[in-house]
């Protein structure tokens, strides 16, 4: 039944308003409101339309702060919904070529025959862990290489070649190998790494003994002289870095000086004694004297090297290591000594070097005679006291006589 009030209305709203009225939701929404006019008083239906538009506003409010919080989340539905429909477009365009792979899988599928051998099913199940220890032995390998188990990794790759040479036709036991090389190329460069450092003794020791037990080293004919060759290479890397670390003490030359020789007596007897710990000689001391003679005589520049007294090839590159040094300190000393002003402090230079020549020969590394050019050696053979050189030396000597006199 039509409601009297609501069609003397209608002539009176706007176009868009009488047309949402149709439906019977907007209709039901109207019947009610008008409802609510019939029954106010007279004096507040005036004030209706100021209490719809406060409404009007509260709504605006509301759906204003609706936008601004729920922004973030509408933006990101878009983005869904616009990756589920590239998405879904991709998967229109390979449809058809997805329909024409189903056919050869499935007559890939019904070539494929389970195994119907009970016993043979046994067996596999019974040695599924026995599988699946081999399959995780290249990450346990890697693992042991990056905490640091070395003598494990190595233990570790024994087995993976033991199982190469059982099974050398097995694919998967070939794929396990590469992937153990890997993981020992890496723990080669890790050891390698570690020679450059401030690495202790017992520590190297430990270094060239895995490295001796690595794949490229045990194939070497002769892999003790290239772990010589890599220690004393390493070592001298080492040192130049320390070196190195001085560089802003080179504004204070005797301080510079002071410090670089002390840091090369120590760095340099360390690796010398660490050479001569990793690389033992089976020799008797008769002929140990022979080699630190011979050795000597290298330092000395002699070309003079009798039979008797053959240096053999890591011995070599033990005095190239300690003959390339000493000519970097001779250089640094060279260099360094004009810029100091008070020359007076030249003898205490001097005195150090001639210690630190010393302290070396005790371990065959006595280097004074790169250091002093020929009219020095001459000027001392003559025991000239004019010579710095000798100077310092007879100083070193007057003090040895007092202490011993104590």
């Known amino acids: 039944m039509a409601d009297p009030l609501l069609d003397m209305l209608m ?190 003794l017992p520590t190297a ?49 005797e301080k510079y000086l002071k410090r670089y020789i002390e840091f090369f007596r120590e760095f340099v007897f360390a690796a010398i004694i660490g050479f001569r710990s990793i690389f033992p000689k089976e020799h008797d001391k008769e002929s140990s004297k022979v080699d630190s003679s011979a050795l000597s005589t290298q330092l000395a520049g002699s070309k003079d090297v009798s039979d008797t007294s053959v240096v053999d090839a890591g011995e070599q590159l033990l005095s190239s290591f300690i003959y390339h040094t000493t000519m970097d300190l001779k250089k640094t000393v060279n260099d360094m000594l004009p810029m100091i002003p008070d020359k007076s402090s030249y003898a205490s230079l001097y005195l150090q070097v001639i210690y630190s020549s010393q302290s070396l020969a005790r371990v065959g590394g006595e280097f004074w005679s790169i250091m002093a050019d020929e009219k020095d050696r001459k000027e001392f053979a003559a025991a000239d006291e004019t010579n710095p050189w000798v100077a310092a030396l007879e100083k070193q000597r007057d003090l040895a006589k007092k202490l011993k006199s104590y």
């Open 11 to 200: 002539p009176h709203l706007p176009k868009n308003v009488a047309a949402g009225l149709t439906t019977s939701s907007q209709a039901i929404l109207l019947t009610d409101y008008l409802q609510h006019i019939r029954g106010l008083p007279v004096s507040s239906i005036s004030s209706e339309t100021t209490q719809l538009s406060a409404s009007l506003q509260a709504v605006d409010r509301s759906l204003t702060n609706l936008a601004i919080n729920s922004r973030p989340h509408l933006l990101s539905t878009s983005a869904t919904l616009k990756a589920f429909t590239e998405s879904f477009n991709s998967l229109t365009l390979n449809v058809p070529s997805l329909s024409q792979i189903i056919p050869e899988l499935e007559s890939n599928v019904s070539q494929f025959h389970p195994v119907n051998d009970r016993q043979a099913s046994a067996t596999l199940l019974s040695n599924v862990d026995k599988v699946l220890d081999i399959l995780e032995l290249p990450s346990l390998v890697l693992t042991c290489v990056r905490n640091g188990y070395y003598a494990e990794a190595l233990d570790l790759v024994g087995h993976v070649r033991r199982l190469a040479i059982r099974y050398k036709n097995a694919t998967v036991i070939e794929m396990i190998q590469a992937e153990v090389d890997d993981a020992l190329l890496e723990m080669t460069t890790i050891l390698l790494r570690l020679l450059r450092e401030n690495v202790q």
């Open 205 to 253: 020791i430990k270094v060239i003994s895995y490295l001796r037990r690595l794949q490229p080293f045990q194939a070497s004919p002769n892999p003790t002289l290239e772990l010589q060759h890599i220690y004393l290479l390493s070592r001298m890397i080492h040192l130049k870095s320390q070196l190195q670390s001085l560089d802003p003490l080179k504004s204070i030359p």
